[in-house]
C-alpha cells in the first residue's frame, strides 16, 4: 500500500513565509530594544547635524543622579502649525540621542498637555505656558529635573535650533550638581563696594555686575595675595590686578595646571579706577593704579598686551557732544568672527573703553581663539590724548592693523614658574647652606626630591583674556536709578554685561561646554532656489518699479480733476484723459501678467531643481550599495580563482 505525501499550496507557503518574516522582524526590533542598542547610526551629513557633540557625552558619562526630561509637546491638536510639528519630530530625534547615550541615567517622559488634563497641570507646575495660535493654547518646551532642581526651556523655538542642544546640556549640568557655583574673585578695584570716599558720604556701593553674581553663584573674595587657590574654586575671576605680586600670579599658574578656569579682565587705562580712588596730594592720598596686567603668566602663555590703548577709525565711538572717541570701541558682530560660539551669537554689539590691544607673541603651547577683535583699521595711540578725546589725534589717525580684544586660551598650559614658588629657591639655598651639609649630598638629595609644584598640566586648563575692566562699569555698561530706601534698578545699555556672564555661565555649567559651539541646523536653506527667486525679483523689480510710477502720475492727475470738480466745476474727461486712463489700466493688466509668467517660470524652475534632488536621494544611496555588492562579488571570484 503506498502513500502520497501532501504537498503544500503555493499560496500558503507564500502566507507563512510573510507571517514568518513579520515574526522576525518584530523579535529582531524587541530584542535591539533591550540589549539598549537602538538608535545608533552613522551620521555622515556635512557639520554632523544628527550627533550630539562631545561636551555633551562628557555631561552625560559624568552624571551621578538620574535626570527625567519631561517634555511638553500637544502632538493630538490640529491647530498645531506644520512648521512645529516637523521641529518636533528633531527634537524627539535629539532626545532620544541624548536618552540612548546617557546609560540609563536620564529619561525622557513625553507628556501631551491638552486642557484640564494631568499633563496640563504637570506643565504649569513646571513654569511651561502655552503659545497661543489661533486662540488655542499649545505647549512645546520641557523641563529637566534632578532630585529638587529644576531647569525649564518654555518654548522650543525653531528659530533658535542651533541652540537648543547647548540649552538641554546646559541645564542637564546645572540641576546634576548639588550646590551652587564658586567664584573665586581676586580684585585689585573695589567692585565689592568700599568706605565713602569723604567723611559723612555713603559708603561706595558694590558694582552691578558684582550684585547679579552674588545672585547666581557662592562668591569668595580671596583678596590679591592667595597663598592657594582651592580646587572647589569653579571660575577664577580675576578683575584688574594692579601691582599683582609674583606669589598671586604663581597661585593663578598653579591652578590653572590643575585643569581650573580663570577669566582675567585687565586693562592698560582703566577709568573706573580713576574714578574709584582719585589721587589727592593735598591730603597724601594716592589713586588707585589705572594699568593692570599679569607680566610672568602672559608672556608664558605667550600673549602680550600693548601698554598703550587701541583705537579704530572704523569703530570709533561718538560721544557726547559730537566729539571722536577714537579709542572708544563699539564693536558690532563683524568684530566677533565665532559666529556659531554661543559667548557671542547672540551679542549685537559690545563697548570697549580705552581698551589694551591682545597679540599672539609666541608659542605658549596652548590653542589661541579670538572672540572678539578690533578691524582692520585700528592702531596704538596715546593714552592720555585718548582718554581726553583729543579731536587732533582723531583726525591724523591712520590704522592699519587688528587687535584681539577677548581672547580665549585653552589646552595643557605649562608652568610659568619651573623653579617653583618666587622665593622659596633662595630660602631653601640659604637653608642648606646654614645646614652645611656637603655639595654632593645635595645634589643627591635633589635629584630624589620631587618638585613640590605642578609643572605640566594635570587637566586642561581655560583662560579668557579681556582688554579692558571699564566695560563692565556701572556707568559705561548699565543705566543705574537708586531710589530711597537703598533701592536699584539696573539697566543694561550694551553687550558688555551679557559677554561676562555667557563666559561665566558656560564655564561654570561644566568644563565640557567651555568653548561649545551651536549647533549646525538641520533645515539648510536651499540656496539654489533662493538665488532663483533673486533672479526673478530682479527682473521683475523694474517693470513695478515703472507700473507704480504711472499709477501715481495717474493718481495725481486724477486728485487735480476731483479738486475742479470740488470748486463746482462739472467734471467731464476729455477724450484725451479717458484715453491715457485706459492705457494706464491696460499696462497695468499687462505688468501683472508679466508677474504671474515670471513667476509661472519661477514655480517651473523650483519644481525641477527639487526633482532632481529628490531623484539624487532616492538613487544614490542604492547605486552606492549596488557598486559596493558587484566590488566585493569581484573580489570573492578572484580569491576563489587564485586558490
Request: hydrophobic content about 40%; some cysteine; charged content about 25%.
Amino acid at each position: 500500500m503506498s502513500t502520497e505525501a501532501k504537498t503544500v499550496h503555493p499560496m500558503t507557503r507564500a502566507i507563512l513565509a510573510i507571517a514568518a518574516l513579520v515574526v522576525i522582524v518584530i523579535a529582531a526590533n524587541l530584542l535591539v530594544s533591550s540589549l539598549g542598542i537602538g538608535h545608533k547610526n552613522a551620521d555622515f551629513t556635512e557639520n554632523k547635524v544628527h550627533t550630539l557633540s562631545d561636551g555633551t557625552k562628557g555631561i552625560l558619562k559624568e552624571l551621578g543622579a538620574p535626570v527625567v526630561i519631561r517634555y511638553y509637546a500637544t502632538r493630538s491638536s490640529d491647530y498645531m502649525p506644520e512648521a512645529l510639528k516637523l521641529h518636533m519630530r528633531r527634537v524627539d530625534d535629539l532626545l532620544a540621542e541624548y536618552q540612548n547615550l546617557s546609560g540609563g541615567k536620564l529619561r525622557v517622559e513625553e507628556l501631551d498637555p491638552q486642557p484640564d488634563t494631568d499633563a496640563e497641570d504637570s506643565a504649569n507646575l513646571d513654569g511651561i505656558r502655552g503659545q497661543s495660535f489661533d486662540d488655542q493654547n499649545l505647549y512645546f518646551g520641557m523641563a529637566i529635573t534632578c532630585l529638587d532642581r529644576t531647569s525649564t526651556i518654555p518654548f522650543i523655538d525653531p528659530n533658535n535650533e542651533t541652540m537648543l542642544e547647548y540649552q538641554i546640556s546646559r541645564a542637564i549640568s546645572e540641576v546634576s550638581r548639588p550646590d551652587k557655583p564658586v567664584i573665586g574673585l581676586m580684585a585689585g578695584i573695589p567692585i565689592t563696594g568700599g568706605p565713602a570716599m569723604m567723611p559723612g558720604q555713603p559708603g561706595q556701593r558694590p558694582w552691578v555686575i558684582y550684585q547679579q553674581l552674588t545672585q547666581s553663584y557662592d562668591v569668595r573674595d580671596l583678596t590679591m595675595t592667595p597663598e592657594k587657590i582651592d580646587a572647589d574654586i569653579d571660575i577664577l575671576l580675576v578683575f584688574h590686578p594692579a601691582g599683582i605680586t609674583p606669589e598671586a600670579e604663581f597661585a593663578i599658574d598653579q591652578y590653572v595646571l590643575g585643569g581650573g578656569t580663570v577669566i582675567a579682565c585687565i586693562d592698560p587705562y582703566s577709568v573706573a579706577a580713576q574714578m574709584a580712588q582719585p589721587a589727592n596730594p593735598m591730603m597724601g592720598q594716592a589713586g588707585l593704579p589705572t594699568a593692570s596686567t599679569l607680566p610672568t603668566l602672559l608672556k608664558a602663555w605667550g600673549v602680550t598686551m600693548s601698554t598703550e590703548v587701541v583705537g579704530d577709525e572704523k569703530f570709533q565711538t561718538t560721544m557726547s557732544g559730537n566729539r571722536p572717541g577714537l579709542a572708544v570701541l563699539t564693536v558690532p558682530q563683524e568684530g566677533m568672527p565665532q559666529e556659531d560660539n554661543v559667548i557671542t551669537r547672540d551679542l549685537n554689539s559690545l563697548v570697549f573703553f580705552l581698551p589694551g590691544g591682545l597679540t599672539k607673541s609666541g608659542d605658549g603651547g596652548v590653542a589661541i581663539d579670538t572672540l572678539v577683535k578690533s578691524s582692520g583699521k585700528a592702531g596704538l595711540v596715546d593714552t592720555m590724548k585718548a582718554s581726553q578725546l583729543d579731536p587732533v589725534m582723531a583726525r591724523n589717525f591712520r590704522g592699519t592693523q587688528a587687535y584681539d580684544l577677548v581672547m580665549h586660551l585653552s589646552g595643557s598650559f605649562k608652568t610659568a614658574f619651573p623653579d617653583g614658588k618666587p622665593g622659596e629657591k633662595a630660602a631653601d639655598e640659604e637653608k642648606k647652606d646654614t645646614e652645611g651639609k656637603d655639595e654632593e649630598k645635595q645634589a643627591e638629595e635633589k635629584k630624589d626630591e620631587k618638585p613640590s609644584h605642578l609643572v605640566q598640566a594635570e587637566k586642561t586648563g581655560n583662560v579668557f583674556l579681556i582688554s579692558d575692566i571699564d566695560a563692565f562699569f556701572d556707568q559705561f555698561s548699565y543705566r543705574v536709578q537708586n531710589f530711597g530706601g537703598g533701592m536699584q534698578i539696573a539697566q543694561q545699555v550694551n553687550g558688555n554685561p551679557s559677554l561676562l556672564f555667557n563666559i561665566i555661565d558656560q564655564a561654570a555649567s561644566s568644563t565640557h561646554l567651555i568653548g561649545a559651539r551651536s549647533r549646525a541646523a538641520i533645515a539648510r536653506p536651499f540656496t539654489r532656489i533662493k538665488e532663483l527667486e533673486a533672479e526673478a525679483n530682479k527682473r521683475v523689480g523694474d517693470k513695478i518699479a515703472e507700473f507704480e510710477t504711472q499709477a501715481e502720475e495717474a493718481q495725481r492727475k486724477l486728485n487735480d480733476l476731483q479738486a475742479q470738480k470740488a470748486a463746482g466745476s462739472e467734471l467731464s474727461l476729455s477724450p484725451e484723459q479717458e484715453a491715457e486712463i485706459r492705457n494706464l489700466r491696460k499696462q497695468e493688466v499687462e505688468a501683472r501678467k508679466g508677474v504671474r509668467e515670471l513667476q509661472k517660470d519661477l514655480r517651473r524652475d523650483k519644481d525641477k531643481l527639487a526633482g532632481n534632488a529628490l531623484l539624487l536621494n532616492i538613487f544614490t544611496m542604492p547605486l552606492v550599495v549596488i557598486l559596493f555588492g558587484i566590488g566585493l562579488l569581484v573580489k570573492r571570484r578572484t580569491a576563489t580563482r587564485a586558490r
